[in-house]
């Protein structure tokens, strides 16, 4: 059974850091796009970082470059977020996805964890 399990999250002032982990089994992901999602109350879920698990390449929406750094350690099929400088507009349930690179394959949810940042 593949599983996506996400943890990190927490609540932290504005200005602070946080790292989320996605730990992932069941499969491996040489083949996928792994990357971090969140979605706030009423809004609709956005992207906020991707990292291709071969090659590492990565992709930043505009509102987290320069503060969010996505990660991943093969060994241990863990991809990370590193947050800094967090806003209060960060705040959200932050997600988890593998989505697969060929065609065929099946993609995959985190459950999520919540980041809150106070101002």
């Known amino acids: 059974q593949v599983q996506l399990v996400e943890s990190g999250g927490g609540l932290v002032q504005a200005g602070g850091s946080l790292r989320l982990s996605c730990a992932a089994s069941g499969r491996t992901f040489s083949s996928y796009v792994l990357g971090w999602f969140r979605q706030a109350p009423g809004m609709e879920r956005d992207i906020v970082a991707t990292i291709t698990w071969s090659s590492g390449r990565t992709y930043y929406a505009d509102s987290v470059k320069g503060r969010f750094t996505i990660s991943r350690d093969n060994a241990k099929n863990t991809m990370y977020l590193q947050m800094n400088n967090l806003k209060p507009e960060d705040t959200a349930v932050y997600y988890c996805?593998?989505?697969?690179?060929?065609?065929?394959?099946?993609?995959?949810w985190g459950q999520g964890t919540q980041v809150t940042v106070s101002s």
């Open positions: 996805k593998a989505r697969p690179i060929l065609a065929g394959q099946s993609e995959y």
